[in-house]
């Protein structure tokens, strides 16, 4: 070997192991490389559903033809009225007014019966005397039937109450003089229900009406229905009028004992009870018998005992203090019983209240 390339050689060989890792860390070995998968056929396509055919429109009915309008029947024939009158409205609570009655109950006095309503009427050369004519359809009716009696003009209307169903009418007799209790002037002065007399004549506790041979006497005994509460009598007749105080064998329905002061009816009935009585006219009713008021005299006694026995024990048990019978207000009508009278009329719906307003009488004095 040359001697000058000697030392080149040495240092050549010497530094060739640093040049072989050199080489090894400036790169990465070779990957090895995946096969590529062969690709998969693509699937043929599917055919294509051969589309379904449209059903056939179904046809359309024919159109049914329309009945026949069936024939109105025929309007069936109101029934005539019965002659024999009667206070009581029909079951299917429409109203059949009955033809009126006139029965004469002495020489030139006769009760009116019409619109369930009674009136009593006062036939003498002086003209005539009448009570309650209660509207005008009524009061047209009872002038027919008067003037099949006489000719006399009807001259003098007495009033047995304020009650608007009662004092109606005396338009149908302009040249009537109307009688009332005075207390009549402050009711009438209200909203009154239909109509109600222009001018009254006034009287406190007694009136005599001289009617030719026959005298009426009108009297005030305290309220009973309602304050201006008047009883008419024909003492030589024997005839009495009373209105809404009784009915023969019924009691009054609750709807109607609001403004009655059952103390002062029976009160009332006691004193009437002991005038001689011939015929006996309670407004509502078309018969005049004097037994019914005697039993509602009975009636309203027992009711009166029977209400005031329990007041006094429960006053007395309270050491004599009212307020005791506070108490009886919402008790006594629910188990106060009467068994006697249970089979009147309205019983069963009505006396509960018959025992409050009696208790209510006895307690407040209306």
């Known amino acids: 070997m040359n001697n000058r390339l000697k030392p080149v050689f040495v240092v050549f060989c010497a530094a060739l192991p640093f040049l072989v890792l050199l080489a090894g860390c400036g790169t990465d070995p070779a990957p090895t490389p995946t096969p590529v998968p062969t690709p998969t056929a693509m699937p043929e396509p599917t055919a294509m559903p051969e589309p379904t055919a449209m059903p056939e429109p179904t ?29 009581e409205a029909p079951p299917d609570g429409g109203f059949q007014i009955p033809p009126p ?27 005539v005397l009448i009570t309650d004519p209660s509207n005008p359809m009524r009061a047209q009716s009872l002038r027919d039937e008067i003037s099949k009696v006489t000719d006399a003009p009807v001259t003098t209307i007495a009033l047995t109450h304020e009650h608007f169903d009662h004092v109606g009418g005396t338009g149908v007799f302009p040249d009537a003089n109307v009688l009332c209790h005075w207390n009549c002037k402050a009711a009438f ?34 309220p009973g229905d309602g304050d201006a509460t008047t009883i008419i009598y024909m003492p030589k007749e024997q005839i009495v009028v009373t209105s809404d105080m009784y009915e023969p064998r019924a009691l009054t329905h609750k709807n109607w004992v609001d403004d009655k002061n059952f103390a002062g009816t029976r009160r009332i009935l006691n004193e009437i009870s002991t005038w001689p009585i011939t015929h006996a006219i309670n407004a509502h009713s078309p018969g005049t018998d004097p037994v019914d008021l005697m039993e509602n005299v009975g009636y309203y006694n ?46 069963d719906t009505s006396f509960p209240r018959h025992v409050e307003r009696m208790l209510l009488g006895i307690y407040h004095g209306d």
């Open 189 to 222: 002065e209200l909203s009154p229900l239909g109509d109600v007399p222009l001018k009254i004549e006034t009287f406190d506790d007694t009136m005599d009406v001289v009617m030719g041979d026959k005298t009426v006497q009108l009297h005030y005994l305290g």
């Open 59 to 87: 046809a359309m009915p024919e159109p049914t033809a329309m009945p026949e309008p069936t024939a109105m029947p025929e309007p069936t024939a109101v029934p005539e009225p019965t002659a024999e009158p009667t206070t």
């Open 302 to 347: 027992d009711l009166y005992d029977a209400v005031k026995a329990e007041v006094d024990a429960a006053i007395a048990a309270a050491g004599g203090a009212t307020f005791g019978a506070y108490s009886l207000f919402d008790t006594l009508p629910q188990t106060l019983e009467l068994a006697q009278y249970s089979d009147w009329a309205n019983y």
């Open 101 to 127: 009655t006139v029965t004469m109950l002495a020489d030139g006095v006769y009760h009116y019966f019409g619109f369930f309503t009674g009136s009593l009427v006062v036939v003498s050369d002086d003209g």
